[in-house]
Antibody
Framework: QLQLQESGPGLVKPSETLSLTCIVS??????????WGWIRQPPGKGLEWIGS???????YYNPSLKSRVAISLDASKNHFSLKLSSVTAAETAVYYC?????????WGQGTVVTVSS | QSVLTQPPSLSAAPGQKVTISCSGS????????VSWYQQFPGTAPRLLIY???KRPSGTPDRFSGSKSGTSATLGITGLQTGDEADYYC???????????FGGGTKLTV
């Protein structure tokens, strides 16, 4: 059974870079036709899509974050990663990774990232 | 403000039927598949419906999805107290080139 697990620092200082990794187990990240995505949810608010990556390297980002975000994939380690630079307190949220086709069908449990000095 | 509009909250009694609406435009719902997610407090969203009306394995047939024009609807029959959760619709927006979600509907049973 495929499982996703986010990992990374739970506290990031303002203006620094948030870095998270999503470890995929129980299946291959190179398994077509899936994309792999990042979604976040600020406390008490709704879902915001950050970006998605295909194992072949095709990536698409939320245009509102595009200048600050980078998503990469390492098939040899069966994981994909998120980097978001110059973060602000408003980006405190639960960050989820998920498998994607026409919908996000398998989600990680989420990891809380707090942006604070 | 979300691109997709959902009612912030709905309330219904156990055993009743409820419908949750998701309104968009021709650049999103009108030309793309809609999915629905259920989220309990403190947990990750769970896919309930994909491609407008398909249920993944594990979704009870009490849950149904439909789409008409630029709006989509999630229906839940035989409401149970365990259905009390937040529900989100989602799709792709061609004009904005982003995956979009509705603002969510808090269902009280």
């Amino acid at each position: 059974q495929l499982q996703l697990q986010e990992s990374g620092p739970g506290l990031v200082k303002p203006s620094e870079t948030l870095s998270l990794t999503c470890i995929v187990s129980g299946g291959s990240i190179s398994n077509s036709p899936y994309y792999w995505g990042w979604i976040r949810q600020p406390p008490g608010k709704g879902l915001e899509w950050i970006g998605s990556i295909y194992y072949s390297g095709n990536i698409y980002y939320n245009p509102s974050l595009k200048s600050r975000v980078a998503i990469s994939l390492d098939a040899s380690k069966n994981h994909f990663s998120l980097k978001l630079s110059s973060v602000t307190a408003a980006e405190t949220a639960v960050y989820y990774c998920a498998r994607q086709f026409s919908a996000f069908d398998i989600w990680g449990q989420g990891t809380v990232v707090t942006v604070s000095s | 403000q979300s691109v997709l509009t959902q009612p912030p909250s709905l309330s219904a009694a156990p055993g009743q039927k409820v419908t949750i609406s998701c309104s968009g435009s021709s650049s999103n719902i009108g030309n793309n598949f809609v999915s629905w997610y259920q989220q309990f407090p403190g947990t990750a969203p769970r896919l309930l419906i994909y491609d407008n009306n398909k249920r993944p394995s594990g979704t009870p047939d009490r849950f149904s999805g439909s789409k008409s024009g630029t709006s989509a609807t999630l229906g839940i029959t035989g409401l149970q107290t365990g259905d009390e959760a937040d529900y989100y619709c989602g799709t792709w927006d061609i004009s904005l080139s982003i995956r979009v979600f509705g603002g969510g509907t808090k269902l009280t049973v």
